[in-house]
């Protein structure tokens, strides 16, 4: 099984993360194909840099899922994630969708635990998108900056702990989710200093890949996520404007 980690952002930092996650929990047999986005922002913190993030992964998406079994969009709150579903005939999952599913498993309420306080707008709607604002307990959020990126969840892991135990105190979490790509596999580092179950998106989300892939269901001919019926554009990369006009 092929397995497409798609970083939605420039940080090939970040991208290392991601692949080391998934690499720590991906079955036997399964290979996971990192790719990172050639143009963009650092992290997707905010609603336009998320709109910019999914159309730059759609664009990724119509040049590399002929390659793959699955992708994965390992940015929470899962920009472009609604678009890719409908236009290709892979299983396509998202890191948030992953991790917040995975989490109602677990127990009745979860918390959404992150880095900066500008990802709580985006991140409050994802929960909405998906259906699930009575099983979101409370969004947590660090405040200040932080050095790099890709060094945030070394930096920041005893007050991401810390911030963790206070919803699970406070806003009576059942679940807890490490959020954000730079926050790959930093859950089951600190799992035992949290006292509920702590979910790792990254984890989630290729686990889910792989039970799709082994399902193997068909892409949807009819309903709101069928291929939208063939149109031209102009401007777009050669592989998505083919896409979208059925000239694969």
């Known amino acids: 099984m092929r397995l497409l980690m798609l970083n939605p952002n420039t940080s090939t930092g970040v991208t290392d993360l991601i692949v080391a996650a998934a690499e720590t929990v991906a079955a036997p047999g399964t290979q996971i194909i990192p790719a990172t986005a050639p143009r963009g922002v650092p992290y997707i913190a905010t609603r336009a840099e998320a709109v910019i993030g999914g159309a730059i992964a759609l664009e990724m998406l119509s040049e590399l899922h002929t390659g793959v079994d699955a992708a994965v969009i390992a940015a929470f709150a899962d920009p472009g994630l609604g678009g890719a579903r409908e236009l290709f005939p892979i299983p396509v999952i998202g890191l948030a969708e992953a991790g917040m599913l995975t989490a109602c498993m677990l127990g009745g309420r979860f918390a959404i635990v992150t880095f900066a306080s500008a990802l709580e707008p985006w991140y409050r709607e994802c929960v909405a998108w998906h259906g699930l604002e009575k099983r979101c307990a409370s969004i947590r959020t660090l405040?200040?900056?932080?050095?790099?990126?890709?060094?945030?969840?070394?930096?920041?892991?005893?007050?991401?702990?810390?911030?963790?135990?206070?919803?699970?105190?406070?806003?009576?979490?059942?679940?807890?989710?490490?959020?954000?790509?730079?926050?790959a596999g930093l859950g089951p580092k600190v799992a035992d200093r949290i006292p509920v179950p702590v979910v790792d998106c990254v984890a989630a989300a290729v686990k889910q890949a792989e039970t799709l892939v082994t399902l193997a269901p068909q892409k949807a001919r009819a309903g709101t996520f069928k291929r939208p019926a063939p149109k031209p554009s102009i401007g777009l990369p050669n592989a998505l404007s083919n896409w979208l006009a059925h000239r694969e």
């Open 143 to 183: 405040d200040g900056t932080f050095r790099a990126i890709s060094a945030v969840q070394e930096e920041k892991a005893d007050l991401l702990v810390s911030l963790a135990c206070r919803a699970v105190e406070e806003d009576q979490a059942d679940v807890v989710l490490l959020a954000g790509a730079p926050l």
